[in-house]
C-alpha cells in the first residue's frame, strides 16, 4: 500500500499579472517506510511540491492521497490535524522559536495535537525526545545559545514528538557545514532504519541526497528522473 | 490550552507586555483618580448645601410679630409670603414692641460682667426674644415626624449656662435636644466618644456632648473628657462626646452656637427645670426642593393642633435654615422683610444656586474624565500597535505553529488572548495604581476624593475593551496568514 500517491499533481500561482506554473503535472509513488531525496535546481517546484505533500498547501489540480486519504479537497482545519498528526516538517532555517527553550519548542506540536496531556507530561515527553537525540543537557537552552547542528536535532525532536509517519525535511543541512550536515543525515538514516520512518528530504546537493535510498530528481515542475540511489 | 498559550507568548516579550501594562494601568489608573476627584469635588459641594442646612426647617415656639402688641398687622396664612412693602408698613411698631423683651433677657443683666458673647450677639436682636412662648410640645414634634417628605425631626430646649469643669468655667449654649441631631446637623462630626443614646434620653440621664470650643475653653485643645464630670446648674454631668465641625473650611468659634455649645438631652432639662414645653423643633426635609412645601404643612399641622382660628396669627414661627443665616444680625425689620420674601427667594435662589453649583462640578467633571479618557485611549492605542506589531514580528513564529498543527483560529485564539490579558492584568493594575493614587491626593492635598464601585467596574470594564479591540484586529490578520508566506516572511 502506497503511503503517499500524487496523480498528476499541478500547481500555478498567480505573480502580479502573471500566472507561474511551478508544478506540471507531476506523479509519484512513496511507500511506507522509504527514504527519498527530492532534488532540482532552484525553480524546479521542489519546494511546492514539499509544501503540497506537508499539506500546508493544495494542489491547482491533481490528486493526492495520503494513505488511503484523499487529502487534495480537504478543508484548513483539516489540513492542520494532518500537520499535527502525521507530518513533521525539518526546516532549513530551523525555525526555532527565539527566546524559548530547548524544551519548549519540543512541546509546541502536542499543545495543538487536541490530545489532553497535561503540563508535566508535555514536559516529560519533550525531555525524552530530547534525550533520544542526545541532546539533554540543552533542554533548557534557548536556540541562540546552541550550535547550528543542536538547533537542528531540537527541530527533528519537535518534528517527531507527535509520532508522525512522515517526516519532511526542506534543506536540512543547508545552514550546516559539512561534518554537522553528516551527523545530521546519518541521524536521518537511523530514524527511517531504526523507527520505519518515510522520510522526504528535499535539498539541491546530490552528495546530501545519496544517503537516501531513492532520488526523485526534479526540473521545471515534472519529475525528470526516479530511481534507487546509485541507478542514475 | 489556548491560555497557557498566550501566557507563554506574553513571558517571552517581558520587557514588552510590561511596558504595554503600565500603559493601560496609567490611562486607567488616570481615569479612576480625575473620576474620583471629580466626584469627591461634586460630593463635597453636595455636603456643603446639605451641611448649610438647605433642607432644614426649624420651628421656634412663638411668634415676636405678635408679642406685647396684638395690634399690629396680623399676617393670614394665606398672606405668609407677604409682600416687602407690608413688612415696611409695621417697621417702628414692631421695633418698639420688641425691645423691652431683649432687654429683659437674664443674659443681657447690665451688672453681670462676661466675656462671652450674649444671645443678641449669637442669633441677632430679631430672634433673641424668640422661642420663650411655651407652645411647643413634645407631641407636635411626634405629629411633624408623620408628616410626608420630612426625614428627621429633633425636638430641642436651648438655655443659656455657666458650664464648670474643676477651676474652669464657661458661659455658653445650652442645647436640649434629640438623639437624631448628628443626622440633621451634618457639618458636625463627633469627633470623640458619641453623642448619648436613645436609653440616655428616654431615662433623662445627666449626660453632655461639648461642642469643640467649649472643651478647648474647659479642658485644653485637643485633651478628651470624655468619662470626665462637668457642672451645669450645680448639677453634675458626666461627658460622653465631643462634636466638632466636619468641614476644616467652617471651623469651630467663639459664639458659634454650634461648637461653642453643649448638648444634652432635652428630657433632662426637662426633669431639671421641671417644664414640659419646647423652644425649638428642627425638622430635616428629605428634598431641598421641598423645603417650601414640608415647611407650609408643618405650618398647617402646627395650626391645626394649637387650634388657632384662620384670622389669629401663628403661635410658633417656621422658617428655613436659609432664612435664618441671611437674616441672622441684621436689623428686626429688615430680617423680617427678608424672612417674609424668603420663601420665593428660596425657590429662586437656592434651587439656582444648587443648580449652578451642579452644573459647574458636572463641567469640570467632564473637563476632567475627557482628559483621563484620552490617555487611556493612548494607552489602549498603545496596546492596539503593540499587538500588531507583533504579528508582524512574530509571522514566522505564527508560520511555526501552523505548520506544527495549530489551526487558523488557534493562532488567532492566541494574539486575541494575549491583548485581552494585557487588558484585564492592566486593568487590575490600573485599578490598584488609581485607588492608591487617589488615597495620595486626599491624603497629600487634603482633596476630598470619592470612588464608587461603579466607577471601578466600568473603568475596569473599559480596560477589558480595549483588551478585546486591541486583540481582534492582530488576531484576525494572525488567523489569515498563509502558512507558507509566513514560513518565509524574514
Same mark, same amino acid.
Given at each position: 500500500?502506497?503511503?503517499?500517491?500524487?496523480?498528476?499533481?499541478?500547481?500555478?500561482?498567480?505573480?502580479?499579472?502573471?500566472?507561474? *506554473?511551478?508544478?506540471?503535472?507531476?506523479?509519484?509513488?512513496?511507500?511506507?517506510?522509504?527514504?527519498?531525496?527530492?532534488?532540482?535546481?532552484?525553480?524546479?517546484?521542489?519546494?511546492?511540491?514539499?509544501?503540497?505533500?506537508?499539506?500546508?498547501?493544495?494542489?491547482?489540480?491533481?490528486?493526492?492521497?495520503?494513505?488511503?486519504?484523499?487529502?487534495?479537497?480537504?478543508?484548513?482545519?483539516?489540513?492542520?490535524?494532518?500537520?499535527?498528526?502525521?507530518?513533521?516538517?525539518?526546516?532549513?532555517?530551523?525555525?526555532?522559536?527565539?527566546?524559548?527553550?530547548?524544551?519548549?519548542?519540543?512541546?509546541?506540536?502536542?499543545?495543538?495535537?487536541?490530545?489532553?496531556?497535561?503540563?508535566?507530561?508535555?514536559?516529560?515527553?519533550?525531555?525524552?525526545?530530547?534525550?533520544?537525540?542526545?541532546?539533554?543537557?540543552?533542554?533548557?537552552?534557548?536556540?541562540?545559545?546552541?550550535?547550528?547542528?543542536?538547533?537542528?536535532?531540537?527541530?527533528?525532536?519537535?518534528?517527531?514528538?507527535?509520532?508522525?509517519?512522515?517526516?519532511?525535511?526542506?534543506?536540512?543541512?543547508?545552514?550546516?557545514?559539512?561534518?554537522?550536515?553528516?551527523?545530521?543525515?546519518?541521524?536521518?538514516?537511523?530514524?527511517?532504519?531504526?523507527?520505519?520512518?518515510?522520510?522526504?528530504?528535499?535539498?539541491?546537493?546530490?552528495?546530501?541526497?545519496?544517503?537516501?535510498?531513492?532520488?526523485?530528481?526534479?526540473?521545471?515542475?515534472?519529475? *525528470?528522473?526516479?530511481?534507487?540511489?546509485?541507478?542514475? | 490550552?489556548?491560555?497557557?498559550?498566550?501566557?507563554?507568548?506574553?513571558?517571552?516579550?517581558?520587557?514588552?507586555?510590561?511596558?504595554?501594562?503600565?500603559?493601560?494601568?496609567?490611562?486607567?489608573?488616570?481615569?479612576?483618580?480625575?473620576?474620583?476627584?471629580?466626584?469627591?469635588?461634586?460630593?463635597?459641594?453636595?455636603?456643603?448645601?446639605?451641611?448649610?442646612?438647605?433642607?432644614?426647617?426649624?420651628?421656634?415656639?412663638?411668634?415676636?410679630?405678635?408679642?406685647?402688641?396684638?395690634?399690629?398687622?396680623?399676617?393670614?396664612?394665606?398672606?405668609?409670603?407677604?409682600?416687602?412693602?407690608?413688612?415696611?408698613?409695621?417697621?417702628?411698631?414692631?421695633?418698639?414692641?420688641?425691645?423691652?423683651?431683649?432687654?429683659?433677657?437674664?443674659?443681657?443683666?447690665?451688672?453681670?460682667?462676661?466675656?462671652?458673647?450674649?444671645?443678641?450677639?449669637?442669633? @441677632?436682636?430679631?430672634?433673641?426674644?424668640?422661642?420663650?412662648?411655651?407652645?411647643?410640645?413634645?407631641?407636635?414634634?411626634?405629629?411633624?415626624?408623620?408628616?410626608?417628605?420630612?426625614?428627621?425631626?429633633?425636638?430641642?430646649?436651648?438655655?443659656?449656662?455657666?458650664?464648670?469643669?474643676?477651676?474652669?468655667?464657661?458661659?455658653?449654649?445650652?442645647? @436640649?435636644?434629640?438623639?437624631?441631631?448628628?443626622?440633621?446637623?451634618?457639618?458636625?462630626?463627633?469627633?470623640?466618644?458619641?453623642?448619648?443614646?436613645?436609653?440616655?434620653?428616654?431615662?433623662?440621664?445627666?449626660?453632655?456632648?461639648?461642642?469643640?470650643?467649649?472643651?478647648?475653653?474647659?479642658?485644653?485643645?485637643?485633651?478628651?473628657?470624655?468619662?470626665?464630670?462637668?457642672?451645669?446648674?450645680?448639677?453634675?454631668?458626666?461627658?460622653?462626646?465631643?462634636?466638632?465641625?466636619?468641614?476644616?473650611?467652617?471651623?469651630?468659634?467663639?459664639?458659634?452656637?454650634?461648637?461653642?455649645?453643649?448638648?444634652?438631652?432635652?428630657?433632662?432639662?426637662?426633669?431639671?427645670?421641671?417644664?414640659?414645653?419646647?423652644?425649638?423643633?428642627?425638622?430635616?426635609?428629605?428634598?431641598?426642593?421641598?423645603?417650601?412645601?414640608?415647611?407650609?404643612?408643618?405650618?398647617?399641622?402646627?395650626?391645626?393642633?394649637?387650634?388657632?382660628?384662620?384670622?389669629?396669627?401663628?403661635?410658633?414661627?417656621?422658617?428655613?435654615?436659609?432664612?435664618?443665616?441671611?437674616?441672622?444680625?441684621?436689623?428686626?425689620?429688615?430680617?423680617?422683610?427678608?424672612?417674609?420674601?424668603?420663601?420665593?427667594?428660596?425657590?429662586?435662589?437656592?434651587?439656582?444656586?444648587?443648580?449652578?453649583?451642579?452644573?459647574?462640578?458636572?463641567?469640570?467633571?467632564?473637563?476632567?474624565?475627557?482628559?483621563?479618557?484620552?490617555?487611556?485611549?493612548?494607552?489602549?492605542? @498603545?496596546?492596539?500597535?503593540?499587538?500588531?506589531?507583533?504579528?508582524?514580528?512574530?509571522?514566522?513564529?505564527?508560520?511555526?505553529?501552523?505548520?506544527?498543527?495549530?489551526?487558523?483560529?488557534?493562532?488567532?485564539?492566541?494574539?486575541?488572548?494575549?491583548?485581552?490579558?494585557?487588558?484585564?492584568?492592566?486593568?487590575?493594575?490600573?485599578?490598584?495604581?488609581?485607588?492608591?493614587?487617589?488615597?495620595?491626593?486626599?491624603?497629600?492635598?487634603?482633596?476630598?476624593?470619592?470612588?464608587?464601585?461603579?466607577?471601578?467596574?466600568?473603568?475596569?470594564?473599559?480596560?477589558?475593551?480595549?483588551?478585546?479591540?486591541?486583540?481582534?484586529?492582530?488576531?484576525?490578520?494572525?488567523?489569515?496568514?498563509?502558512?507558507?508566506?509566513?514560513?518565509?516572511?524574514?
Amino acid at each position: 500500500m502506497a503511503k503517499i500517491s500524487v496523480r498528476d499533481l499541478k500547481k500555478t500561482y498567480a505573480v502580479g499579472e502573471v500566472e507561474v *506554473e511551478a508544478l506540471r503535472g507531476v506523479s509519484l509513488e512513496i511507500e511506507d517506510g522509504e527514504f527519498v531525496a527530492v532534488i532540482g535546481p532552484s525553480g524546479s517546484g521542489k519546494s511546492t511540491l514539499m509544501h503540497i505533500l506537508g499539506c500546508l498547501d493544495r494542489p491547482t489540480s491533481g490528486r493526492y492521497l495520503l494513505g488511503e486519504k484523499d487529502v487534495s479537497e480537504i478543508s484548513p482545519d483539516e489540513r492542520a490535524s494532518l500537520r499535527s498528526r502525521q507530518i513533521g516538517f525539518v526546516f532549513q532555517s530551523f525555525n526555532l522559536l527565539p527566546r524559548t527553550p530547548a524544551v519548549e519548542n519540543v512541546e509546541l506540536p502536542l499543545l495543538y495535537n487536541g490530545g489532553k496531556l497535561s503540563r508535566s507530561q508535555r514536559r516529560s515527553r519533550a525531555l525524552e525526545m530530547l534525550a533520544s537525540l542526545g541532546l539533554s543537557d540543552r533542554a533548557l537552552h534557548h536556540p541562540n545559545q546552541l550550535s547550528g547542528g543542536q538547533q537542528q536535532r531540537v527541530a527533528i525532536a519537535r518534528a517527531l514528538i507527535n509520532s508522525p509517519g512522515l517526516l519532511l525535511a526542506d534543506e536540512p543541512t543547508g545552514n550546516l557545514d559539512s561534518q554537522t550536515s553528516r551527523e545530521i543525515m546519518e541521524l536521518f538514516r537511523r530514524l527511517n532504519q531504526e523507527r520505519g520512518l518515510t522520510l522526504v528530504i528535499i535539498t539541491h546537493e546530490r552528495n546530501i541526497a545519496e544517503c537516501a535510498s531513492r532520488i526523485v530528481e526534479l526540473r521545471d515542475g515534472t519529475v *525528470e528522473s526516479d530511481g534507487p540511489v546509485g541507478a542514475s | 490550552m489556548s491560555l497557557e498559550i498566550a501566557l507563554s507568548g506574553l513571558k517571552r516579550y517581558r520587557l514588552r507586555t510590561a511596558l504595554s501594562l503600565f500603559g493601560l494601568a496609567i490611562g486607567v489608573g488616570c481615569v479612576l483618580v480625575t473620576v474620583g476627584i471629580g466626584n469627591g469635588a461634586h460630593r463635597s459641594i453636595q455636603n456643603q448645601i446639605r451641611a448649610a442646612g438647605l433642607n432644614v426647617i426649624l420651628v421656634k415656639a412663638g411668634n415676636y410679630k405678635t408679642k406685647g402688641d396684638e395690634t399690629i398687622e396680623v399676617q393670614a396664612p394665606h398672606a405668609r409670603l407677604a409682600p416687602i412693602f407690608d413688612g415696611l408698613d409695621g417697621l417702628d411698631r414692631v421695633f418698639s414692641a420688641l425691645t423691652p423683651a431683649v432687654l429683659a433677657h437674664p443674659e443681657n443683666d447690665p451688672m453681670e460682667k462676661h466675656d462671652h458673647p450674649t444671645a443678641a450677639d449669637r442669633l @441677632g436682636d430679631a430672634e433673641a426674644g424668640l422661642g420663650a412662648a411655651a407652645t411647643l410640645t413634645q407631641e407636635d414634634a411626634d405629629a411633624i415626624a408623620k408628616l410626608p417628605g420630612v426625614a428627621d425631626v429633633a425636638s430641642g430646649v436651648h438655655e443659656n449656662a455657666k458650664v464648670f469643669a474643676g477651676e474652669r468655667r464657661w458661659f455658653t449654649r445650652l442645647h @436640649g435636644t434629640d438623639v437624631d441631631l448628628p443626622r440633621i446637623r451634618r457639618a458636625h462630626v463627633v469627633s470623640m466618644g458619641r453623642f448619648f443614646s436613645e436609653r440616655e434620653l428616654r431615662r433623662a440621664e445627666q449626660v453632655v456632648v461639648l461642642g469643640s470650643i467649649v472643651r478647648d475653653k474647659l479642658f485644653a485643645s485637643d485633651a478628651d473628657p470624655v468619662g470626665d464630670e462637668v457642672t451645669l446648674w450645680n448639677q453634675s454631668f458626666r461627658v460622653v462626646g465631643v462634636t466638632a465641625s466636619a468641614n476644616w473650611m467652617t471651623p469651630g468659634a467663639v459664639g458659634d452656637d454650634e461648637f461653642d455649645a453643649v448638648y444634652v438631652p432635652f428630657t433632662t432639662i426637662h426633669r431639671l427645670l421641671n417644664v414640659t414645653n419646647l423652644n425649638t423643633i428642627t425638622v430635616t426635609a428629605e428634598s431641598t426642593g421641598e423645603v417650601s412645601k414640608v415647611a407650609a404643612a408643618v405650618t398647617d399641622l402646627l395650626r391645626a393642633r394649637h387650634r388657632i382660628a384662620d384670622t389669629a396669627p401663628d403661635d410658633f414661627t417656621v422658617v428655613t435654615q436659609a432664612s435664618e443665616v441671611l437674616t441672622k444680625g441684621l436689623h428686626p425689620n429688615v430680617a423680617r422683610v427678608l424672612a417674609g420674601n424668603l420663601p420665593n427667594l428660596e425657590r429662586v435662589t437656592l434651587e439656582e444656586l444648587s443648580m449652578t453649583l451642579e452644573r459647574s462640578s458636572r463641567t469640570m467633571m467632564a473637563l476632567l474624565v475627557s482628559i483621563a479618557l484620552v490617555s487611556l485611549l493612548v494607552g489602549g492605542v @498603545g496596546i492596539g500597535n503593540v499587538m500588531l506589531l507583533s504579528v508582524t514580528e512574530r509571522t514566522r513564529e505564527i508560520g511555526v505553529r501552523l505548520s506544527v498543527g495549530a489551526r487558523a483560529r488557534d493562532v488567532g485564539a492566541q494574539f486575541f488572548l494575549e491583548a485581552l490579558l494585557l487588558g484585564a492584568v492592566g486593568g487590575v493594575a490600573g485599578v490598584l495604581l488609581g485607588i492608591l493614587a487617589s488615597r495620595l491626593v486626599s491624603e497629600s492635598f487634603g482633596w476630598t476624593t470619592s470612588l464608587s464601585p461603579g466607577v471601578v467596574v466600568v473603568s475596569y470594564g473599559i480596560a477589558i475593551a480595549i483588551g478585546l479591540v486591541a486583540g481582534f484586529f492582530p488576531a484576525r490578520r494572525a488567523a489569515r496568514l498563509d502558512p507558507i508566506e509566513a514560513l518565509r516572511y524574514e
